[in-house]
């Protein structure tokens, strides 16, 4: 194998790939990088087994091969590499050089055969979503994934495939985000998906928001494709439950708030709140939020902020650190607060937000101490 290429190409095309490759493996070719010569350059891929990350990028190849290079060491080289053309070769087995201006280095690769192969995904039943959107979705609900092993299934972002629609859920039992946007009609079957968040981190990163997605699914995998580069995961297997049922129809009291505000009082309050419970409480009433705060060992503070309410007075107490992170990811100045009571899930909406798409989180009360 022997191909020439730019230092940006090379740069760009391992910095796509890298985020793939396993911190610490008993598997010593996944900290490797697959290199393989293709009819438009080379292609670069890397897994950890749950995830696989392959890119293509432009280069002069010589003689077609492929090989796997630690993946640490490449990186390092190529950072420091001076503005010239990359030249990599590999002899026989193993041997890979790399020589750009007057620098030159010899790695030791691994044969391409001990590489994993990539999981078998049938694209001719793909859907086709447009990056963006997907984003838009990704960025709106992966914050509130459970990471407590206990329940497995809370560790996946639900994603509902429908012919017009496509939403996201996430929760950890104790908040929820769930968001739809609609899509033009698709000839692919409808379909409920259940994602690790680490492999939505890499379509966000990797994937330019003007792209169109191909996406299709495996037995138990899910591949995405562009033209140049494709992800596959591993699928979160089992159901998810039904959060329809928590999402309450009947809350009859609101709050309209303004973001900055309400993100400023909570921030203060949180200073002096417990740091197991994190919990506030926050009374309501017509024209006026207050908040107050008692941590037995450490002191107590107060707050209030003027705001729209409409509804009976009302004490709740909540987890100011999951209000503070739902209220980061509303996209409007001002937001909608619903309540029915003090034991009762509470909603949070963007107020005022002309959007096609549908948004909303729901953060479970905390029972206030008397």
């Keep these: 194998m022997r191909?020439?290429?730019?230092?940006?190409?090379?740069?760009?095309?391992?910095?796509?790939?890298?985020?793939?490759?396993?911190?610490?493996?008993?598997?010593?070719?996944?900290?490797?990088l697959l290199v393989e010569t293709t009819e438009r350059g080379i292609r670069l891929s890397a897994t950890d087994l749950d995830i696989a990350v392959s890119t293509e990028v432009s280069a002069d190849v010589?003689?077609?091969?492929?090989?796997?290079?630690?993946?640490?060491?490449?990186?390092?080289?190529?950072?420091?590499?001076?503005?010239?053309p990359v030249k990599i070769s590999a002899s026989g087995e193993q041997r890979v050089?790399?020589?750009?201006?007057?620098s030159k280095f010899k790695l030791l690769g691994l044969p391409r055969d001990e590489f994993p192969t990539f999981p078998s995904v049938r694209f001719n039943e793909s859907w086709r979503v447009k990056s963006g959107e997907l984003q838009k979705l990704i960025s709106h609900t992966a914050f509130a994934v459970s990471t407590e092993e206990s329940r497995p299934i809370l560790n996946g972002v639900l994603w509902e495939l429908r012919d017009d629609k496509m939403r996201m859920v996430a929760t950890n039992g104790h908040r929820l985000a769930k968001m739809e946007v609609p899509v033009e009609s698709s000839s692919a079957p409808a379909g409920d998906l259940i994602i690790p968040p680490k492999a939505l981190d890499q379509i966000k990163r990797l994937f330019p928001a003007e792209e169109e997605l191909e996406i299709a699914r495996g037995d138990n995998h899910l591949g995405f494709r562009s033209p140049f580069?494709?992800?596959?995961?591993?699928?979160?297997?089992?159901?998810?439950?039904?959060?329809?049922?928590?999402?309450?129809?009947d809350n009859d009291r609101y709050c309209i708030a303004d973001k900055g505000a309400l993100t400023g009082a909570l921030k203060r309050m949180s200073v002096i709140a417990s740091d197991q419970t994190h919990?506030?409480?926050?009374?309501?009433?017509?024209?006026?939020?207050?908040?107050?705060?008692?941590?037995?060992d450490l002191g107590e503070a107060q707050d209030e902020l003027p705001v729209q309410?409409?509804?009976?007075?009302?004490?709740?107490?909540?987890?100011?650190?999951?209000?503070?992170?739902?209220?980061?990811?509303m996209p409007t100045e001002q937001v909608r607060l619903t309540f029915k009571a003090p034991e009762r899930a509470a909603t949070i909406e963007p107020e005022g937000w002309d959007d096609p798409a549908k948004y909303l989180c729901l953060v479970m009360p905390l029972r206030l101490m008397d």
Excluded at 14 to 22: Q, R
Excluded at 230 to 244: D, Q
Excluded at 279 to 296: A, C, W
């Design 3 to 32: 191909f020439t290429i730019s230092r940006e190409k090379l740069q760009e095309g391992l910095a796509a790939v890298t985020a793939a490759v396993p911190a610490k493996t008993t598997l010593p070719v996944l900290a490797n």
């Design 62 to 84: 010589e003689s077609a091969g492929s090989i796997t290079i630690p993946a640490k060491k490449l990186s390092e080289i190529a950072r420091e590499l001076p503005p010239s």
């Design 97 to 102: 050089t790399l020589e750009c201006g007057r």
């Design 229 to 249: 580069t494709s992800v596959f995961t591993r699928l979160v297997e089992g159901p998810y439950p039904n959060y329809e049922q928590v999402i309450p129809k």
């Design 279 to 296: 919990r506030i409480k926050m009374s309501f009433n017509t024209g006026m939020l207050k908040f107050s705060v008692t941590t037995p």
């Design 309 to 329: 309410y409409n509804g009976d007075q009302l004490d709740i107490g909540f987890n100011a650190t999951y209000l503070l992170e739902i209220l980061r990811y």
